[in-house]
């Protein structure tokens, strides 16, 4: 997709379609806070380029002629890479982030530049395909979309990541916190479709929180920063513990074998594997219920989006998650409208794509 020479407002013009696409006229200007008059004058050259389409005439409510426009996919492609801590995984998704393709791999070695080879060698078995930016989610802070500053699980400081990609794969690169580029796809093509505000929580590996207010991720660069793990806790026994210290694979794999459970995997623990097992992670999802209910506070958003490895264990022990929810809640709150995610890399990985598609057309 040509962009070169247009200017912001023909940019957002163009993002705006590729999300909501296709619109008639009236619903594009009132999303873009525009007169009809505007969207016509913006959209003539868009069209001349072959970026926008006015399909077939349509007729509205009152019978009169209503034009419906959207943007013209080309066949560009994005690639969007989730870092973990032993695996790579890999997407290509087309310009409205729908996945082409996926694809897998262990990592040897967390070195970056054996990393960015590793990258090199899955990019080479995907089919071919004209690719306009890679977008790369790793945990930890990333300053300006180039730069992990510091990433404690894969043991990283000032790792010049982007330039590192650019110069191996020679496409264009960003980087992002793994957290702000998937709260960044769901405000794109998800929850952010029907909500004006939405608060993105991940349980698992670690603990991890974004806020979405009007399409944009909150303070995205401080993501990594860690600010909601350090929040205070009330667990079903009156003990206050941190988030980021009880509210993670390894802790509740350690309260299920304080509790007699044979389980040596979280994974287990959230199969029920036994008795003690299934007393973690009752505990476990109240928790995640607790931080749930005191970060929605602060924001209050219109709806909760919970993801990462233990989103599973949410939905299993629903009850307790929105007991803990109502331990922090007053009661004559309105309920929250929360989405549960099935623990997918593609998700994370279609999410780093998502910030890709954002500066390619944005132009950032």
């Known amino acids: 997709m040509d962009l070169t020479g247009l200017g912001d407002a023909h ?37 001349e380029r072959g970026l926008v389409v006015a399909t077939a005439e349509q007729r509205n409510a009152a019978g009169r002629p209503a034009h419906t426009l959207d ?120 929850l952010g479709l029907t909500t004006q505000s939405f608060l993105a929580l991940t349980f698992g590996t670690g603990v991890g929180g974004a806020a979405v207010v009007r399409g944009e991720v909150q303070d995205a660069e401080a993501q990594g920063i860690g600010l909601l793990g350090h929040l205070p806790l009330i667990w079903p026994d009156g003990s206050v513990r941190r988030a980021n210290v009880s509210l993670t694979d390894s802790a509740l794999v350690t309260l299920a074998r304080g509790y007699g459970s044979a389980a040596t995997t979280a994974d287990a623990v959230e199969a029920g594997a036994d008795a003690g097992a299934r007393r973690a992670a009752a505990e476990f999802a109240y928790a995640c219920g607790a931080l749930t209910g005191t970060g929605s506070a602060f924001l209050v958003p219109d709806a909760v989006v919970v993801l990462g490895e233990r989103a599973g264990l949410v939905a299993a022990f629903a009850d307790d998650f929105e007991a803990g929810i109502a331990s922090v809640r007053e009661a004559v709150a309105p309920p929250l409208a929360v989405t549960v995610r099935p623990h997918n890399r593609d998700v994370w990985a279609r999410g780093a794509a998502v910030t890709a598609l954002v500066r390619h057309v944005s132009g950032l």
Request: a positive charge; proline letters at 6%.
């Open 71 to 190: 943007a013209v996919l080309p066949a560009d492609t994005l690639l969007g890479v989730s870092v973990s801590t032993h695996t790579l995984r890999l997407v290509r998704t087309d310009l409205r982030a729908r996945v082409l393709e996926d694809l897998s791999g262990p990592l040897a070695s967390r070195h970056p530049e054996a990393v960015v080879e590793r990258l090199a060698l899955l990019v080479d078995r995907l089919a071919p395909a004209p690719t306009v930016g890679i977008g790369i989610g790793v945990s930890g802070i990333v300053h300006d979309g180039s730069t992990v500053v510091r990433s404690p699980f894969l043991r990283w400081a000032d790792v010049p990541l982007a330039e590192l990609v650019s110069q191996r794969l020679g496409h264009p690169c960003v980087v992002a916190n793994d957290v702000a580029a998937v709260a960044l796809a769901e405000a794109w093509f998800g």
């Open 11 to 47: 940019r957002r013009l163009v993002l705006t379609l590729l999300q909501h696409g296709p619109l008639q006229r009236r619903d594009l200007a009132h999303r873009l806070g525009l007169s009809g008059g505007s969207i016509t004058r913006l959209t003539k050259p868009l069209q």
